[in-house]
């Protein structure tokens, strides 16, 4: 072996065993700059990241996994611009606007998430922010849900005010989703029509009033490493309980529909740095993983992943709930209700 | 004419769209009018105003056969 190669691989095995001291030792969190060592380790270093990160998530959350299904309650026709989105009216060829869902229909979308084991329910909006009718009409499905299937009702509905999320909260909304999906610098080249800013307002009033955040991300749209690793800061600063990690998966008449999705591998060594920057968080598999790691699903289990959400997405389709089942019972791994560790 | 409309694109006798399983269909076949897709957990509906047609699966995979009804 050239020296120089020797030297990288002894300090890739120094690098991951000063990470692991730090966070299984010492259970302190990792910084940026730790964060950028371990981000830029070759390619082979890959494997011993991942395990690492699956011991870290083994340490600080155990074996159960979160199982959660989502729908969307109200389709397309959204006036923000997320350049990533299908769903926005700002651009040609996306998704046709379609109304609320009605009661019936919600309902049995989330008996069939019962159905498959799950434990969370999350009802998704298509807008920048709930108007009057639309908080009202929340507020009343979420005991009815809860009462139907004994699921956890989740909610994503955009940015919210203080009085607004109040009355999620008090309503009895268990988890609320309101994404970061990327750095606060790289933010404007993807939105213009609201800020980051906003966004992470939105999720302080979240915590704020009481309920639980769920704050996700989106990987491939063009950012950097350096993008990569300021999001996990800001992520360390807003504490949530769980983040869903989303892939791109380049829709057709948006934006972005020019990008190829990441792949295999980059995503397992980004789902294990998102373990090792948010050592106690749900970190959840969510939109694009079929696409983007294909023969690779199982092993995001085994790099920090301990939550997914099952069957179909917002708009697109998933693979079947029977063989995430099946993978999760392949793994060992129980299925249950996570909460994040503090 | 006697062809279909392709169910990604729309158009007619399209032969560039490749089939994923993990999309749910975005135009009528019939006609290639946009759908009203409904996708929910373990399934999706597809219903096309001017035909008058709903189609779907109860899987969520889009391999999974279509039913179709009126
Ligand atoms: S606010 Fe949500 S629904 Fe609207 S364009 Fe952005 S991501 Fe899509
Ligand atoms: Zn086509
Ligand atoms: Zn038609």
């Known amino acids: ?342 | 004419m006697g062809g279909a409309f392709c169910r990604w694109c729309g158009a007619l006798d399209c032969d560039r769209c490749r089939q994923s399983p993990y999309e749910a269909p975005r135009h009528c076949q019939r006609c290639g009018r946009l759908l009203r897709v409904t996708v929910h957990p373990t399934g999706w509906e597809a219903r096309c105003r001017r035909c008058r047609t709903v189609t779907g699966s109860a899987e969520p995979s889009g391999t999974a056969p279509l039913s179709e009804g009126g």
């Open chain 1, 1 to 342: 072996m050239a020296p120089d190669a020797a030297g990288t691989a002894s300090e890739a095995r120094r690098l991951l065993r000063a990470a692991e001291v730090a966070l299984i030792d010492e259970r302190r969190l990792l910084d940026a700059d730790e964060l950028r060592a371990l981000a830029t380790l070759d390619d082979e270093h890959v494997p011993a990241l991942t395990a690492l990160a699956h011991a870290v998530r083994l340490a600080w959350c155990g074996p159960t996994v979160e199982v959660e299904g989502i729908l969307s309650v109200k389709t397309g026709g959204c006036p923000e611009d997320c350049h990533f989105c299908s769903q926005s009216a700002q651009f040609s060829e996306t998704l046709p606007a379609t109304p609320f869902l009605d009661i019936d229909e919600v309902l049995s979308a989330a008996r069939e998430t019962a159905r498959t084991g799950a434990s969370e329910f999350c009802m998704v909006l298509a807008i920048r922010g709930p108007d009057e009718r639309t908080l009202q009409r929340l507020i009343d499905l979420v005991p009815v849900i809860e009462a139907e299937t004994g699921l956890n009702v989740a909610v994503s509905a955009g940015i919210l005010s203080e009085d607004q999320a109040r009355r999620l909260a008090d309503g009895g909304v268990h988890r609320y989703n309101h994404n970061l999906e990327t750095a606060r610098s790289f933010f404007p080249q993807i939105v213009t029509t609201h800020t980051w800013e906003e966004r992470y307002e939105t999720c302080l009033l979240v915590r704020r009033c009481g309920m639980e955040l769920c704050c996700g991300a989106l990987l491939g749209m063009g950012e950097t490493l350096e993008h990569r690793v300021e999001l996990l800061g800001q992520l360390q600063e807003l504490d949530p309980t769980e983040v869903p990690l989303n892939f791109l998966n380049p829709r057709p008449g948006t934006p972005l529909q020019i990008r190829r999705p990441l792949g295999p591998l980059e995503a397992l060594r980004w789902i294990a740095l998102f373990r090792l920057a948010l050592p106690g968080v749900i970190l959840r598999y969510a939109g694009g993983r079929e696409v983007t790691l294909r023969d690779f699903q199982a092993m995001g289990m085994t790099a920090g992943i301990n939550a997914l959400i099952v069957g179909n997405y917002l708009t697109t389709l998933g693979r079947s709930p029977d063989e995430d089942l099946r993978m999760l019972e392949d793994l060992q791994m129980p299925i249950g209700a996570l909460t994040g560790v503090i």
